[in-house]
């Protein structure tokens, strides 16, 4: 049972305009988020991170959001470029018990030039 | 990412076959990790290790041997591959103070 989901496989982008990447959670002791971009043939890489103790975390162009009582969270991309364009993963994890990251099964984005 | 190596990157095996695939660190961290990539799945953790000679199950071990004699390597071992264990699989890496994961380049596994 998928406990990290990611509801739109695909999602396509104006080159300078916001893409948001959604993630939902079914766990509530998650407390614990990561952003992962992923280009064909090579491992994913780390994009950000938030704790359940934020609401937002910024890191450049990339902003993640969580909403906790929803159980979700978000990623932001402002402006969107067109090396932005991969697959990205959201991952999650209740850190006080153990070590296993949950992962969503990824959003494709297309950033159009 | 240059510090995290996995070998081969492409294998294909014949069902029933022991095969095995190597990660390799240059980066002396404690946690070591092994996920399998599906379509409609995403990334599903199959072992972990938080030091040499400590692992632990995760999501999706069954079919699976891992070990750890030294620190900078983890092998994952299939003992006898069958065809629903055609993925492509990650290792990951992590030190002890930070929770993000540094992945290897991936190993695409065909069992035929």
């Known amino acids: 049972d998928q406990q990290v989901k990611q509801n739109s496989p695909s999602l396509s982008v104006q080159e300078g305009r916001i893409s948001i990447l959604n993630c939902d959670y079914t766990?509530?002791?998650?407390?614990?988020f990561l952003w992962y971009k992923k280009y064909p043939a090579e491992g994913p890489t780390f994009l950000i991170s938030i704790s359940s103790i934020k609401d937002k975390n910024e890191d450049g162009r990339f902003t993640v959001f969580l909403n906790k009582s929803a159980k979700h969270l978000s990623l932001h991309i402002v402006p969107s470029q067109p090396g932005d364009s991969a697959v990205y993963f959201c991952a999650a994890s209740a850190l006080n018990t153990g070590n296993q990251f949950y992962f969503g099964t990824g959003t494709s984005l297309t950033v159009i030039p | 990412d240059a510090g995290i190596t996995q070998s081969p990157r492409y294998k294909i095996t014949e069902t029933g076959r022991q095969v095995t695939l190597m990660c390799h660190q240059t980066w002396s961290h404690s946690y070591m990790f092994w996920y399998r990539q599906d379509l409609g799945h995403g990334l599903r953790l199959i072992y972990y290790?938080?030091?040499?000679?400590?692992?632990d199950k995760g999501e999706v071990p069954d079919g699976y041997v891992v070990s750890r004699s030294k620190t900078e390597n983890f092998p994952l071992t299939l003992e006898s591959a069958t065809r629903s264990q055609t993925s492509v699989y990650f290792c990951?890496?992590?030190?002890?103070?930070?929770?993000?994961?540094?992945f290897g380049p991936g190993t695409r596994l065909t069992v035929t």
């Open positions: 290790s938080a030091a040499a000679d400590i692992t």
């Open positions: 766990n509530s002791m998650f407390d614990y």
């Open positions: 990951a890496i992590r030190s002890g103070d930070a929770y993000e994961q540094y």
